[in-house]
């Protein structure tokens, strides 16, 4: 008789690692399916020409170098900007909306609405400063 494998909420399925961002998605939780769909959909739209990559057996994103990630965990997904400080302007109004910020990114619980637009705005400062930092 073979042993049955059982997945706890939130975490990562050991059997494989991702391959590409669709498969890690798929491989979380599916109350966190709608945050890690929305979050790529806002980073390609916020810098359409990003590099979608699998590190640290999560998605990042590149754009003239490390731009942003994501990954799921048990009650909240994890998103953060490679390399840039979250200005004192956003911390506060993201903590006001009831996120959890980092130095370098926030965690959205999965009963929160993802910030679209200040996630956008601090992919788009992030993406300026890679392309100044190549020239």
Excluded at 21 to 47: D, G, M, T
Excluded at 65 to 71: C, E, K, R, Y
């Amino acid at each position: 008789m073979s042993k049955l494998t059982t997945q706890k909420f939130g975490e990562k399925l050991k059997a494989s690692k991702p391959k590409d961002v669709a498969s890690y998605i798929i491989n979380q939780a599916p109350e966190a399916h709608p945050i890690l769909k929305e979050l790529r959909k806002i980073i390609k739209s916020a810098v359409p020409k990003v590099e979608e990559t699998i590190s640290w057996n999560a998605p990042f994103y590149k754009y003239h170098g490390m731009l942003a990630g994501f990954a799921a965990y048990k009650r909240h997904v994890r998103f953060g900007i490679v390399g840039y400080v979250i200005t004192s302007e956003d911390r506060k109004m993201l903590e006001q909306k009831g996120y959890t910020t980092l130095e370098r990114g926030m965690q959205i619980k999965f009963d929160q609405k993802v910030p679209a637009a200040a996630i956008k705005q601090m992919l788009k400062a992030k993406a300026k400063i890679n392309e100044k930092r190549e020239h």
